[in-house]
């Protein structure tokens, strides 16, 4: 009997292989580029110090305070968030100074075990919270004095985190627990198209693992998700257990069920939604302005004058030479306001989003309640992302017009972002619902909920858009029209 050879079809390399093996066999490189971002970093800190004030007419072409402002808020904060679709959290393990700075600071520290209170799941929120809002009254979108102060702040304490729970491997403790986009790149990164899967997974989800090549500490071999991965590439290589696939953007978030969900992470995406709304409405609301004179007449009246004399400049923009100065009631009234708008937000999407997981329930659906809640909360990432940009990424739609973009093109822009957004989260609200099995009017009546509460988060930001003016011009119009007839 002839034995017939058997022909060992091998798998078509793909293309993106191609990449990942040039990246893999240059990555160690990758320091001289963090040298070169850190030593770019520093000079866009510390040399607007040195210059002069922007003048009447003066661009960022023009002005080297008003460039270091524009690459800072204009550039580097929108494009960091938005490179997370293509390429995920590769700034991070790429680009990032800050995150490379704390890993070398650990070759010198006595590599602590990492404390309880930074592995707490709160903990990026409180980090990113706190950040945001000292930002804002430091001003660091238009003060250089503020940006080097907050900046040089956070890079202390990552530098200090390093340096004391860095771990006996080359780990980074400040980017999974501490950095304050650190979460916000995570959530992004769900939406993203390329993801580092295991070759052979195991059962039973992510696993926080001490040892190993991961510098966030990812059981390479049960990793499901792509929130704490940086994109370094030290995990794949030829020999390694990981590959790197493409897939559609916001397919992660469409199968949470899959992605180890997480209560604090759609927490995070509610308030740094309603914190990125409050800190652009306290500059454009009217009523602000009058409760902040009203409250401080009233103070007044009863003697605390304190609250008009301004702080120390460590926490609030003071700049007299500039004509701005803060005193202690702005202080408070930003953070007060700040705080306010995240509680509502965070309730009124935390309502949306649980009618939504009731109705599911009640329609038939098996899965309990607080999985279905936590589920749902996902379908308000795309629209909080482009809020945060938006808001915090101001500098970019307020720059565009020394390009020559018209008022209304850049209204355009913004809310065509705002409408995407929103439909995106819609579409993937409806993949999430589909895995419960319901008919498709039950679906819809599902969903619903969840789709007003998006809708109203993006009708929060029409002043941001149009403006104050334009939206009480409306209103007017609106009630002459009734009065009319």
Same mark, same amino acid.
């Given at each position: 009997m002839t034995s017939i050879p058997i022909k060992i079809i091998e798998p078509a390399p793909r293309k993106i292989d191609k990449l990942v093996n040039f990246i893999s066999r240059h990555k160690k490189k990758l320091y001289l580029i963090h040298g070169i971002m850190m030593i770019f970093f520093l000079i866009l800190l510390i040399v607007p110090i040195f210059t002069p004030p922007a003048l009447y007419g003066d661009t960022v072409l023009t002005n080297f305070r008003r460039f270091s402002i524009f690459l800072f808020w204009g550039l580097w904060f929108p494009l960091v968030l938005f490179s997370c679709i293509p390429l995920g959290r590769f700034w991070c393990g790429g680009?990032? /100074?800050?995150? +490379?700075?704390?890993?070398?600071?650990?070759?010198?520290?006595? #590599? =602590? /075990?990492? /404390?309880? !209170?930074?592995? !707490?799941?709160?903990?990026? @929120?409180?980090?990113? +919270? *706190?950040?945001?809002? !000292?930002?804002?009254? $430091?001003?660091?979108?238009?003060?250089? $004095?503020?940006?080097? *102060?907050?900046?040089?702040? %956070?890079l202390v304490v990552a530098l200090t985190i390093g340096f004391l729970y860095g771990m006996k491997k080359d780990k980074r403790p400040w980017c999974r627990h501490l950095c304050p986009i650190g979460l916000m790149l995570g959530v992004n990164s769900r939406l993203g198209a390329i993801s580092f899967d295991p070759k052979k997974p195991l059962a039973g989800g992510d696993v926080y693992k001490d040892s190993g090549i991961c510098p966030t500490n990812i059981s390479l071999r049960h990793k499901t998700e792509s929130r704490h991965c940086l994109g370094c590439f030290r995990c794949t290589g030829e020999r390694s &257990?990981?590959? &790197? #696939?493409?897939?559609k953007p916001g397919t992660e978030l469409e199968q949470i069920h899959k992605s180890n969900p997480s209560l604090s992470e759609v927490m995070f995406i509610f308030i740094s939604a309603g914190l990125a709304l409050g800190g652009f409405l306290w500059l454009v609301l009217p009523q602000y302005n009058a409760a902040e004179h009203a409250l401080l007449t009233w103070l007044f009246e009863h003697g605390q004058y304190w609250v008009g004399q301004p702080g120390p400049a460590f926490l609030m923009s003071v700049n007299p030479q500039e004509g701005q100065v803060y005193s202690w009631l702005d202080f408070f009234s930003i953070v007060s306001f700040m705080l306010l708008c995240a509680i509502a937000v965070t309730l009124t999407l935390s309502i949306t989003t649980s009618l939504s997981a009731w109705c599911t329930t009640k329609l038939g659906s098996n899965t309990p309640f607080s999985q279905l809640f936590i589920h749902y909360g996902y379908q308000l990432a795309p629209v909080a992302m482009i809020s @945060?940009?938006?808001?915090?990424?101001?500098?970019?739609? #307020?720059?565009?017009? #020394?390009?020559?973009?018209?008022?209304?093109? %850049?209204? *355009? *822009? =913004?809310? &065509? $972002?705002?409408? $995407?957004?929103w439909l995106w989260g819609i579409k993937i609200g409806y993949q999430q619902i589909k895995h419960q099995g319901l008919s498709n009017a039950a679906l819809w009546l599902a969903i619903t909920p969840n789709i007003i509460g998006a809708l109203l988060l993006t009708l929060a930001w029409w002043p941001a858009i149009f403006g104050v003016d334009f939206v009480l011009k409306e209103v007017m119009r609106n009630n002459a029209i009734i009065i009319g007839g």
């Amino acid at each position: 009997m002839t034995s017939i050879p058997i022909k060992i079809i091998e798998p078509a390399p793909r293309k993106i292989d191609k990449l990942v093996n040039f990246i893999s066999r240059h990555k160690k490189k990758l320091y001289l580029i963090h040298g070169i971002m850190m030593i770019f970093f520093l000079i866009l800190l510390i040399v607007p110090i040195f210059t002069p004030p922007a003048l009447y007419g003066d661009t960022v072409l023009t002005n080297f305070r008003r460039f270091s402002i524009f690459l800072f808020w204009g550039l580097w904060f929108p494009l960091v968030l938005f490179s997370c679709i293509p390429l995920g959290r590769f700034w991070c393990g790429g680009l990032c /100074p800050m995150g +490379a700075a704390s890993e070398f600071a650990r070759r010198f520290g006595p #590599n =602590k /075990p990492v /404390p309880k !209170w930074i592995k !707490w799941s709160g903990t990026p @929120i409180v980090s990113f +919270a *706190i950040i945001t809002i !000292w930002g804002q009254t $430091l001003d660091v979108r238009d003060q250089p $004095l503020g940006q080097l *102060i907050l900046f040089s702040c %956070i890079l202390v304490v990552a530098l200090t985190i390093g340096f004391l729970y860095g771990m006996k491997k080359d780990k980074r403790p400040w980017c999974r627990h501490l950095c304050p986009i650190g979460l916000m790149l995570g959530v992004n990164s769900r939406l993203g198209a390329i993801s580092f899967d295991p070759k052979k997974p195991l059962a039973g989800g992510d696993v926080y693992k001490d040892s190993g090549i991961c510098p966030t500490n990812i059981s390479l071999r049960h990793k499901t998700e792509s929130r704490h991965c940086l994109g370094c590439f030290r995990c794949t290589g030829e020999r390694s &257990v990981m590959q &790197v #696939n493409l897939r559609k953007p916001g397919t992660e978030l469409e199968q949470i069920h899959k992605s180890n969900p997480s209560l604090s992470e759609v927490m995070f995406i509610f308030i740094s939604a309603g914190l990125a709304l409050g800190g652009f409405l306290w500059l454009v609301l009217p009523q602000y302005n009058a409760a902040e004179h009203a409250l401080l007449t009233w103070l007044f009246e009863h003697g605390q004058y304190w609250v008009g004399q301004p702080g120390p400049a460590f926490l609030m923009s003071v700049n007299p030479q500039e004509g701005q100065v803060y005193s202690w009631l702005d202080f408070f009234s930003i953070v007060s306001f700040m705080l306010l708008c995240a509680i509502a937000v965070t309730l009124t999407l935390s309502i949306t989003t649980s009618l939504s997981a009731w109705c599911t329930t009640k329609l038939g659906s098996n899965t309990p309640f607080s999985q279905l809640f936590i589920h749902y909360g996902y379908q308000l990432a795309p629209v909080a992302m482009i809020s @945060i940009i938006i808001g915090l990424g101001a500098t970019l739609f #307020n720059t565009l017009t #020394n390009f020559g973009f018209s008022p209304l093109s %850049i209204e *355009i *822009i =913004k809310s &065509v $972002l705002l409408i $995407l957004a929103w439909l995106w989260g819609i579409k993937i609200g409806y993949q999430q619902i589909k895995h419960q099995g319901l008919s498709n009017a039950a679906l819809w009546l599902a969903i619903t909920p969840n789709i007003i509460g998006a809708l109203l988060l993006t009708l929060a930001w029409w002043p941001a858009i149009f403006g104050v003016d334009f939206v009480l011009k409306e209103v007017m119009r609106n009630n002459a029209i009734i009065i009319g007839g």
